[in-house]
């Protein structure tokens, strides 16, 4: 079922059955923003949310769980996944690439149950011309430089892979025009409450 769909049904039903509705929230912004930590600091069950677990072909880190933070394939099934249209969007990021399968958005939007998408800009585009009802939330930082020392500091990549990430950072950051809210991540409490805030009045 289509989130289409879902309004078309829900639009029919008397005002007294009706459930809140449920929506997807893209949560976007330049990789080493500080996207994940923000998201873990949502109240999940008192937004009635739940988090889209994204493919990808990247290797896990040390902080990752198979089907929890994401769903690790090879570039040949993520390949074959994709040419069966599995994916509602998909990109490529740092020589990886990144999907959002379509059950993790459409099995919740069912169930009345908000999704959180976690992308990248690319990734979050699609999902914005596929599904226009989204709401989107560009996470910047206070500064480029705070990016860069946090891209540093997280030690998860390489010199030149944390160089790539922040000459595609400068680009990424010219897109934040295209959202509905553009959040500044000077504190990750503080971010995340200003996103909750956001979700709750979408929501009502
Ligand atoms: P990382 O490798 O640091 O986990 O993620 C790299 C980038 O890919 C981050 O900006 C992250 O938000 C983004 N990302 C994670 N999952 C997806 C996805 O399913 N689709 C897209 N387009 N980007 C994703």
Not at 52 to 66: I, Q
Not at 73 to 96: L, N
Not at 108 to 126: D, P, S, T
């Amino acid at each position: 079922m289509t989130v289409a769909n879902l309004d078309t049904k829900a639009e029919q039903m008397p005002e007294s059955e009706k459930s809140p509705r449920a929506n997807i929230f893209i949560l976007s912004g330049p990789s080493g923003v500080g996207k994940r930590t923000v998201r873990e600091r949502l109240d999940m069950e008192d937004l009635n949310m739940e988090n889209s677990v994204s493919w990808t072909t990247r290797a896990p880190r040390a902080e990752d769980e198979e089907g929890v933070t994401y769903h690790f394939a090879t570039p040949e099934e993520f390949e074959a996944a994709v040419a069966r249209d599995e994916f509602a969007e998909h990109a490529g990021f740092a020589d990886h690439a990144y999907g959002t399968p379509r059950s993790q958005i459409e099995g919740r939007i069912a169930k009345g149950i908000n999704v959180m998408l976690e992308i990248e800009v690319n990734g979050a585009e699609q999902v914005m011309e596929k599904y226009p009802e989204a709401v989107s939330i560009f996470l910047v930082p206070p500064t480029l430089e705070e990016l860069e020392s946090r891209l540093k500091n997280r030690g998860t990549e390489s010199e030149d892979a944390v160089n790539a990430r922040l000459a595609r950072a400068r680009v990424e950051m010219d897109m934040r025009t295209k959202y509905q809210h553009v959040v500044v991540n000077d504190d990750a409490q503080r971010a995340a409450d200003e996103v909750a805030a956001i979700i709750k009045e979408c929501a009502e």
